[in-house]
């Protein structure tokens, strides 16, 4: 057993140098049925314009403005879909149905509410402005106008927009495929009884959980085997058809471990160790043709906070997304936090509303095994190292998992 | 064409009302692979303490802090998964790895950076203290602690504390199926030329998008026929294996409208209008055995908005969730927001900080067809009825899409 030969990295500059090895997916195209929280790898113009046509909003009748406070003739009736071929003269009318178009002549639509109809006469209000209770063509885009650009993130509005455009497919940035594995002598499946010394593998559905959140298409890997031959031809064989490889445990520098030997043969070690709690195993590599690999600490919060900080930014990078980072909100301190030593530590707390602020409550013990820290956590409180920590009643930045 | 016979309903009294009329899905049992987003519908208690044994959190030399300063005989190693039979007596030691359990005798573990080895010998610091760097059993869950009450949304740290806990199933509620129709004869399908007066079907890809967020399992019925007959009978078929029926279009008051007189004849329609912008034809009604009926307007933008307003918060309580609406936050109007007449208005605005505060900023136009006014939307402000509006500079409370 020997004291680890990697340096101890910031977690700052670990993170950022991440990022610098992370590729941007190339695009695939998808059907706007599954384009849901996928990313535009080309600017969206709007090959025509929306509304196509003047369409009523309301439904009534189509006059001229003109002719306010008239009783008019009515010459027929445009509904969604099915329009009036005729015009609207002076002193004519047609019926209407929100959606219709507005015929020729007419400048504004006045709702059946405000009209008095008696047979084929309709009597309209004294008072009438042109361009009322209807769409104009191109009101909400013009035709060649830049609708969203390429880096958009796409959820019911984007892909609305898409559909009123008549695009019925769109270019996306390809979602990363996660080859993932836990590595560990004292796993056991989850369900199957633990031996001495043994415990169940949950960290394979906690990451399976958040990198199927994050984007990716996980292939499991399961247990990885515990000879490093075997290993090996398990990591390479996945990879064939893996954007990255994501493991957990077996970065520490016991005899055991055999994930960064592993990594060290197949590419290179970027960051061996980062001054961060918890994840100080924390471990990256980059692989042949671009692969990443991210080797996880074992301890349950390690392996979820490690992958906040490191792997869902990259994740999000290869996706296409232009924001990486958690959106951050600025939030009181409800308790002192101090990081111990000379590592970073990312405090988990859960927040409440008072008044305009939002109030954050450390969710307990921050041990790297106790899951109970992250479980119901909105945020994490980003400590820096050192002695004095941040004074209860302090405001600071935090990262926003999810708000009260 | 008449004037619609139902009472415009204020807009919070329609939420209610939808909510008092939708049921709690009953249980499943789901994988922990296919759990995530789902909520639990049982407790889940811990059947044995976590850790179940006490586990060194380093690499290192398992010891008793009295022997502080001593060179120690090495007895043997405690590797994760190989735990050691013998015990630790005075003046000896263990080798220790990560996630090792530490043996009987030993009191604390040492660092590997902290000793000094010399063969089966190491040295371990003058000073020593009893409990550092290992997990005490039952320090992060007693046996017989509730770890989450039924009501629980199930994400990474979640699933992994029932993985931890060697459950490899959990009781959640079951997730709404959900048949979504698009009525109006000016549909046509995405991607089709629209001949006059025609527009594509943009919203049954906009709400699918925004079902499946809002956890619903979705039967496409694509666009309903315009024949009363064909119509209920292709809604009484899919409402066999469907908890709700979300239709868009054809609520509106014109003669071509055939949802409302449908819901009329398949079940009691609580709101027929609302005082809503956009979103005045919205219209909900329940089915047969607890069934429910959304009929959006077929604006786009309304059809969003009021899916926003009353379907999701509907669909959230269906599957066992507590908190219903979106969550919100305090923030400052950089502009002057209007409602129109007696309209409950929900303007949509992107959000930036500023300092602590979050500065909104209308997203334009608020017209209900233009689908650009929700396209990167960050919140949504709601505008009371009323002459007088909420002036710039004013602090309101906005419902969050996502933060930017």
New interface residues.
């Given amino acids: 057993?020997?004291?680890s030969a990697y340096p101890l990295v910031d977690a700052a500059d670990a993170a950022a140098l991440v990022l610098e090895h992370t590729p941007v997916l190339g695009p695939e195209t998808v059907a706007?049925?599954e384009?849901?929280g996928r990313v535009l790898a080309e600017d969206l113009v709007a090959s025509s314009a929306?509304?196509?046509?003047p369409?009523s909003?309301?439904?009534g009748y189509a006059v001229r403005a003109a002719d306010a406070g008239r009783t008019l003739r009515v010459v027929g009736e445009?509904?969604?879909?099915?329009?009036l071929f005729a015009q609207v003269d002076p002193g004519t009318a047609a019926?209407i149905?929100?959606?219709?178009?507005v015929p020729v002549g007419a400048d504004t639509v006045v709702m059946?509410?405000d009209t008095r109809?008696d047979g084929d006469s309709v009597t309209v209000p004294a008072v009438l402005k042109a361009g009322t209770n209807l769409?104009r063509p191109g009101?909400?885009?013009r035709a060649g106008e830049l609708?969203?650009p390429a880096g958009?993130q796409?959820?019911?509005?984007?892909?609305?927009?898409?559909?009123?455009?008549?695009?019925?497919r769109l270019q996306v940035h390809r979602r990363p495929r996660v080859a993932l594995m836990s590595t560990?002598?004292?796993?056991v499946e989850?369900?199957?009884?633990?031996g001495?010394?043994?415990?169940?593998?949950?960290?394979?559905?906690?990451?399976?959980?958040?990198l199927?959140?994050a984007g990716a298409e996980v292939r499991?890997l399961g247990i990885g085997p515990d000879n490093a031959n075997d290993l090996r031809k398990l990591v390479t064989g996945a990879l064939h058809d893996a954007d990255a490889l994501v493991t957990s445990?077996g970065v520490?520098?016991?005899?055991?471990?055999l994930v960064k030997p592993l990594l060290e043969s197949l590419g290179t070690v970027h960051v061996g160790r980062v001054k961060l709690k918890p994840g100080k195993?924390f471990t990256f590599a980059t692989l042949s043709e671009g692969r990443l690999a991210f080797g996880l600490p074992?301890?349950?919060v390690s392996s979820?906070v490690t992958?906040e900080v490191f792997v869902r930014p990259a994740l999000r990078k290869m996706q296409g997304l232009v924001q990486l980072q958690r959106?951050s909100?600025?939030v009181r301190l409800g308790f002192h936090a101090q990081a111990v030593g000379d590592r970073t530590e990312y405090h988990r707390v859960t927040l409440r509303?008072e008044?305009?602020?939002?109030i954050a409550t450390s969710t307990g013990?921050q041990?790297?095994?106790?899951?109970?820290s992250?479980?119901?956590?909105h945020a994490l409180v980003r400590v820096p190292p050192g002695d004095q920590g941040i004074s209860a009643g302090s405001?600071v930045e935090a990262l926003?998992l999810?708000?009260?």
Avoid: C, K, Y
């Fill in positions: 057993m020997r004291a706007l049925s384009a849901s929306l509304p196509p046509h369409a909003a309301v439904d445009s509904a969604a879909g099915r329009p019926r149905l929100t959606g219709g178009v059946v509410e109809v769409h009101a909400d885009l609708v969203m958009t796409l959820g019911p509005a984007e892909i609305g927009l898409a559909a009123a455009l008549g695009v019925p560990g002598d004292e796993l989850v369900g199957e009884t633990p001495p010394g043994q415990i169940p593998d949950s960290n394979r559905w906690a990451l399976l959980a958040a199927r959140e499991l445990g520490s520098v016991g005899t055991h471990d195993p074992g301890f349950p979820l992958f959106p909100l600025q509303r008044g305009v602020e939002l013990s041990s790297s095994s106790r899951l109970m992250l479980a119901g956590a405001v926003i999810s708000l009260p």
